[in-house]
Structures are given as C-alpha cells and as structure tokens.
C-alpha cells in the first residue's frame, strides 16, 4: 500500500469486515438485547466505511485531531470467545481489542512514511479508529466494571 487511495481502500474494506463481523455475531447471538447492540456495532462500522467513502472521493477530510483518550482496559483483558451465546462483555472486549489492532496498524503505518499527505491520512485513520476504542472502552467501564 502506497498511495492513499490503496491505503483507503484498505481502511474501508477493514471497515466493512467489522460490520460483517458484528452482524454474523448478532446471527448467533440468542439472547435479543445482545443481537442489537451487536447490529447497533455494525451499523457504526458501516458509518465508518461510509465516512471513508467520503474521504476518497473529496467529500470529506479526514486529519489528525486532538488526542484521544485512552482507557487502556483492553490492554488488560485476555482474549475471549466468539461462541453463539456470546455475552455483553465479551461482545464488547472482541470489539475493544479489533479497534486496538486497527488503530496500532495506522499508527504503524503512519510512522513509517515520511512526512506528506499520506501520513496524515494515516494519523487521521488511527485517531478514527482510537475513538472507535474509547467507545467500546467506555461502555465496558459504565456497564461491564460499574457491576463488578
């Protein structure tokens, strides 16, 4: 990947397996309340592909922010399951550590090309996708932690 269209079609492809991600999760989910947040997940991914879309093709800019915060909770929580019953909590520890992945690759990515457009659309894809974390990070911290 060296052009940012390549790098953004990457990102919107990664965008769309999430969504597909979370809708074959909420396929297997039994319990109801699980199933849409599961769809709910899907459909913020799909709000994601479409915002890159956005990007491609000049509609929208998409550029480092501000800092996002940084619960760190996925980094402590050890990998899980994607079984039929999937809990809440694991719903959402699946759906912190893919974000955390996304966000190291941009990251990692956007360190490694020199100073240009590229780098900051690459910085702008990391700071999307540690948003995308400190949601999933917050819900756990309200609904998850709040109960233990």
């Known amino acids: 990947m ?3 269209d390549e790098i953004l079609d990457y990102a919107i492809d990664q965008e769309q ?3 597909d991600f979370y809708t074959s999760l909420a396929g297997r989910a039994e319990k109801a309340g699980m ?3 599961l769809l709910e997940f899907a459909e913020e991914e799909k709000r ?4 890159l879309l956005a990007v491609k093709t000049g509609e929208h800019e998409l550029t480092p922010e501000q800092e996002v915060l940084d619960l760190k909770i996925s980094d402590y929580l050890v990998e899980v399951d994607e079984s039929d019953d999937i809990s809440y909590q694991d719903a959402l520890i699946i759906a912190m550590k893919r974000e955390r992945a996304a966000y190291e690759l941009y990251s ?3 360190e490694k090309v020199p100073e240009s457009q590229l780098k900051e659309v ?3 894809l990391a700071k999307e996708e540690a948003k995308h974390k400190l949601f999933f990070e917050s819900e756990y911290d309200d609904r998850v932690l709040v109960d233990n």
């Open 2 to 4: 060296n052009t940012i």
């Open 17 to 19: 397996q999430a969504a």
């Open 35 to 37: 199933k849409e947040v």
């Open 48 to 51: 994601h592909k479409e915002r």
């Open 108 to 110: 990692d990515m956007a």
């Open 122 to 124: 690459l910085a702008g």
